[in-house]
């Protein structure tokens, strides 16, 4: 059974590139390069959310130290995930971890679509890299006060939070229980616009991200990494 | 009646923005009542290069010793700039001056719309701001290769240069390093999408607007 056609959120397609100047298909180019040269143990893959954690210091402190890479593109949807790790981004590498933080900006898509298109983005990571142990990220609240997309979000962590479990070697973390405040609102202070985090924000969510996996790590024996042909 | 990048647009926030709880209207509230409360004497305004630039240490190292106020906005063009400093943002502050860097995002208008559009922010601020200065900061070349978007960038800088004698005020500073290489290409060090700045990045353009800024700031004291 084959849900991928009927969803558009597992659909993978890669972004068009109307500005002119052809950034997404540059980035994408180089991280299936950075897979040709390098070894990484963990690969951290989604939306802007992986791709600014990378600019901040706690990237060189936290992660970078893990033999990290990241594959993040600020806009991404589900699909264009997909399609970039069916392209090439998944190819000539052996992460031990791989995690996925994908989904925030699926506008067009309900809370049944954007699980499906990360169980399909799950599915893929199995099957491309079956040694790899798959940590997907829950959504975080956003916006400075209450309001649909939080809720949205928030079911979408419910749904993988029940599902996640029964794809094989796969867990799900919610690293945004601390950012809506008892009066409902989010600060600036975690999130500048109400949406990307602050290095104070990032500090706060590294954290918990960083244990599990350094316990991920630990787990995997060196036995158990396939030979490369 | 043909839109022009210098109008005000009746109700340009909600034409933008599609998302149900945007936080953009919010932020915006949120640099007026900031205006209310702080006494900056320079203010940066514009899209997210400026916003963005608060996110890093050099803000806090290079331009918060100068009281300055950071009310930039990912994604704005220069009507959602012009709307902003229209609508409370430069209400009852009093900066030395204001440092404007826009104009990347005006993806449905000519260079020369553009930096029309420059121009007419810049006499805004003049009739709110008669003291003010405005440093005008370049836009910057953009994507991995050369592209047309490099082309009308330089082109909207090479035409404000020459509006400056018509804008009061105003200065333009380059801050372009050089980031475009000997065979075309940006590197990912300076701009990790090839739009937005690296913490390297930042560290070499915020060089030159610091030193501009207080050799400003030490004019004005005359």
């Given amino acids: 059974m084959s849900v991928g056609d009927s969803n558009p959120a597992a659909v993978p397609s890669p972004v068009q590139d109307v500005q002119g100047d052809d950034r997404w298909m540059s980035q994408h180019t180089r991280f299936v390069l950075e897979c040709k040269d390098k070894e990484p143990d963990v690969l951290f893959v989604g939306d802007s959310m992986v791709q600014l954690l990378h600019q901040y210091e706690v990237w060189q402190e936290l992660f970078s130290p893990l033999h990290a890479l990241s594959f993040g593109i600020g806009g991404d949807t589900t699909s264009h995930v997909l399609w970039r790790l069916q392209n090439g981004e998944l190819e000539n590498i052996t992460p031990k971890v791989v995690v996925v933080w994908v989904g925030t900006n699926n506008h ?15 599915h893929l990571i199995n ?14 609240p956003r916006g400075e006060r209450p309001n649909p997309l939080r809720e949205k ?6 749904v993988l939070r029940a599902s996640l479990p029964r794809l094989g070697s796969v867990q799900f973390l919610d690293v945004g229980s601390g950012f809506v405040q008892s009066d409902g609102t989010i600060s600036t202070h975690d999130m500048f616009d109400f949406l990307h985090l602050t290095p104070a924000g990032y500090a706060a969510i590294a954290k918990p991200l960083h244990d599990l996996l350094l316990q991920l790590l630990e787990e995997t024996p060196e036995e158990s990494r396939p030979i490369l042909a | 009646m043909p839109h022009v990048a ?23 509230h949120r640099f007026v009542s900031d205006s209310k409360d702080k006494e900056p004497e320079v203010l940066f305004v514009g899209d997210s290069l400026v916003q963005l630039l608060h996110q890093f240490e050099i803000w806090r190292e290079l331009f918060s010793p100068l009281h300055a106020l950071n009310f930039g906005m990912g994604g704005d063009c220069t009507q959602h700039v012009l709307w902003r400093l229209q609508n409370g943002e430069l209400d009852h502050i009093n900066p030395k001056i204001i440092v404007l860097w826009v104009g990347t995002n005006n993806h449905g208008d000519t260079a020369e719309q553009v930096a029309e559009g420059i121009g007419a922010i810049v006499k805004l601020i003049h009739s709110k701001q008669p003291t003010a200065r405005v440093l005008i900061l370049g836009l910057l070349p953009r994507g991995k290769s050369p592209n047309a978007l490099r082309v009308k960038n330089a082109r909207v800088n090479q035409l404000v240069q020459e509006a400056l004698p018509s804008l009061p005020g105003a200065s333009f500073l380059d801050v372009d390093p050089g980031f475009v290489h000997s065979d075309g290409t940006i590197s990912h060090h300076d701009m990790y999408d090839y739009l937005h700045l690296t913490r390297a ?9 610091h030193t501009r800024l207080l050799a400003m700031l030490e004019q004005h004291k005359i």
């Avoid at chain 1, 979000?153 to 419910?158: I, P, S």
């Avoid at chain 2, 990045?201 to 607007?209: D, E, L, R, S």
């Fill in chain 1, 108 to 122: 067009e898509h309900t809370v049944e679509q954007i699980v499906g298109g990360i169980q399909a983005i799950v």
């Fill in chain 1, 127 to 140: 099957t491309c890299q079956p040694q790899a142990k798959v940590v997907v990220l829950g959504l975080l």
């Fill in chain 1, 153 to 158: 979000n928030a079911e979408v962590n419910r």
């Fill in chain 2, 6 to 28: 210098a109008d005000v647009l009746v109700s340009p926030l909600g034409a933008r923005r599609v998302a149900v709880g945007d936080p953009s209207p919010v932020r915006h």
């Fill in chain 2, 201 to 209: 990045g930042y560290a070499t353009v915020c060089q030159p607007i």
